[in-house]
C-alpha cells in the first residue's frame, strides 16, 4: 500500500491567519517530504526530512516552518502568508534518503491565501 | 547542469491512437528515472522506475523504456480515462546526498472518444 494521506485537502487563509498542513504515512519510510507546486509547473521541493530531523530546507522563507512528530508524520505551519504563495501543498515520502528511492506522494492541499 | 526536456508540451490523440512521449535527460550519474501520472488538482501518481539504459517496464497500457540520453512513455489503444499530465524526473550521482528530483515540464495528454 503506498498510500501518503493529507489533510485538509483545501484550506483558505487570511494573510494574518496561522494554519497547518497534515501528512501521514504508514509505510515504514524514513524520508518525508514537503513540494509546493504551482498551475501548470512541475513540484518544486521545499524541506526533506530524514530519520525525522531536517535535512534539507530549499531557501523556503521563514513564514513556512515544517514539523516532523515522529516517522509516520509530517506537519507544515503556515503563517503570515502572501497571495503568491497560493498553490497545491505535496507531501511525499521514501523509504530511505538516497538516489534510487521512489517518492511516492500524497494528493495535496490547495491553499488559497486571500 | 542537470536537466530534464519533455516533449511534446500537450497531445491529442484520438481513442485507440498509440504514441510516445519522449523525456530527453543530461544528468551527471542517472541513479534513477521515474515517470508519473498527475491529474488535475492531485498528487502525482506514481508509474514507473527505471534505473538502467535498456531497462523496460509495462503497466496496461503503458510502456516505459530507457536509453543512455531518454527515455519514452509509449501509450497503446490509449483510452479517455488515460488523459492526464506526465511527468519525467530524474535522480542525479551527486545531489548533495538527498533525493532531489529533478522534474520535466510534463506533457499534457487529451484521449477523445
Known amino acids: 500500500d503506498t498510500e501518503v494521506t493529507q489533510t485538509p485537502k483545501h484550506l483558505v487563509m487570511g494573510m494574518t491567519n496561522k494554519k497547518s498542513l497534515k501528512c501521514e504515512q504508514h509505510?515504514?519510510?524514513?524520508?518525508m517530504y514537503w513540494y509546493k507546486q504551482k498551475a501548470k509547473k512541475p513540484p518544486e521541493l521545499m524541506f526533506v526530512?530524514?530519520?525525522?530531523?531536517?535535512?534539507i530546507n530549499e531557501s523556503v522563507p521563514s513564514r513556512f516552518s515544517p514539523e516532523c512528530p515522529n516517522s509516520s508524520l509530517l506537519n507544515l505551519h503556515l503563517h503570515a502568508l502572501q497571495p503568491e504563495d497560493s498553490a497545491l501543498y505535496l507531501c511525499?515520502?521514501?523509504?530511505?534518503?538516497?538516489?534510487?528511492?521512489?517518492?511516492?506522494f500524497g494528493e495535496g492541499s490547495w491553499l488559497t491565501v486571500v | 547542469e542537470d536537466q530534464v526536456t519533455q516533449s511534446p508540451e500537450a497531445l491529442r490523440l484520438q481513442e485507440g491512437e498509440s504514441s510516445s512521449l519522449n523525456c530527453s535527460y543530461t544528468?551527471?550519474?542517472?541513479?534513477?528515472l521515474f515517470w508519473y501520472r498527475q491529474d488535475p488538482g492531485k498528487g502525482p501518481e506514481f508509474l514507473f522506475t527505471l534505473y538502467s539504459a535498456g531497462e523496460e517496464k509495462e503497466k496496461e497500457r503503458l510502456k516505459a523504456t530507457l536509453t543512455k540520453k531518454e527515455s519514452f512513455l509509449h501509450i497503446t489503444a490509449p483510452k479517455p480515462e488515460d488523459s492526464a499530465t506526465y511527468l519525467c524526473?530524474?535522480?542525479?550521482?551527486?545531489?548533495?546526498?538527498?533525493?532531489?528530483?529533478?522534474f520535466g515540464a510534463g506533457t499534457r495528454l487529451a484521449v477523445h472518444p
Open positions: 526530512y530524514s530519520y525525522e530531523k531536517l535535512s
Open positions: 544528468v551527471s550519474g542517472l541513479r534513477g
Open positions: 524526473a530524474v535522480q542525479a550521482a551527486f545531489s548533495g546526498g538527498y533525493n532531489k528530483l529533478i
Open positions: 509505510m515504514g519510510h524514513r524520508a
Open positions: 511525499a515520502s521514501s523509504l530511505q534518503v538516497g538516489s534510487g528511492n521512489t517518492i511516492y
